[in-house]
């Protein structure tokens, strides 16, 4: 069990990292201009759990591993950033169905985008390597087992990074109802969702070795 104390050292020092706005922001909103409130909140979700096998896998001592490895590390990074611009190319094809938000909703299936959701959390390497930096220190190895303690930090993370980016969903989501009014307006917010995903690829893919 992870002492009182460290974990309340460890709540602020995560919300101060979650709530600078960062990549998992970017994605978010891009998600919520292009699928509308319901999408963005899936891909919030999906993007949640798929943090959660980082978290095992830094318990379990394979995040060090990865993120000591350059070749593994860059692999994790670029795949990554090819999925980040595929959702963003995706939307830029598909921008004339966000004719409304409800269309939009409907024409995504639900398991697909907490699948797509899943997958850009999954493969987030600036994540593995926060977890292997931080999550340890926040560990006393007198109090209990260190990876069960990584596993409660990891969670703690991953509830709080899910209710501040569904604040960030939500207002996009708002602020894309209030395009409605224009279908032609609508795509094209739509489209600004898709490229904000591209852009957020080639910053992934450029990003350097260390976070």
């Not at 460890?10 to 990549?23: H, K, M, Q, R």
């Not at 896998?57 to 670029?78: D, E, I, P, Y």
């Not at 220190?137 to 980016?165: E, K, N, R, Y």
Request: aromatic share 6%; proline share 7%; glycine share 12%.
């Amino acid at each position: 069990m992870v002492p009182p104390e460290n974990l309340l050292a460890f709540v602020p020092a995560a919300l101060l990292l979650i709530l600078v706005p960062g990549p998992s922001v970017l994605f978010v909103v891009g998600r919520s201009l292009s699928l509308g409130r319901r999408g963005g909140l899936l891909s919030v979700l999906g993007n949640s759990l798929g943090i959660l096998p980082l978290v095992v896998a830094v318990a379990c001592g394979v995040g060090a591993v990865v993120a000591a490895s350059t070749a593994a590390f860059t692999v994790l990074k670029l795949a990554g950033a090819a999925y980040l611009v595929w959702l963003g190319v995706s939307a830029i094809r598909h921008r004339h169905r966000a004719a409304s938000p409800l269309t939009a909703d409907a024409a995504a299936p639900p398991l697909r985008i907490l699948a797509q959701g899943f997958t850009v959390g999954v493969t987030n390497p600036k994540t593995l390597v926060f977890f292997v930096a931080v999550l340890p220190q926040f560990a006393d190895p007198a109090a209990g087992s260190v990876p069960a303690q990584i596993l409660l930090l990891g969670t703690v993370f991953t509830a709080l990074g899910l209710a501040c980016d569904a604040l960030w969903a939500l207002g996009a989501g708002r602020a894309r109802r209030w395009f409605a009014g224009s279908p032609r307006r609508l795509a094209d917010l739509s489209a600004g969702g898709g490229v904000a995903m591209i852009g957020l690829g080639g910053v992934v893919a450029l990003s350097g070795r260390n976070p």
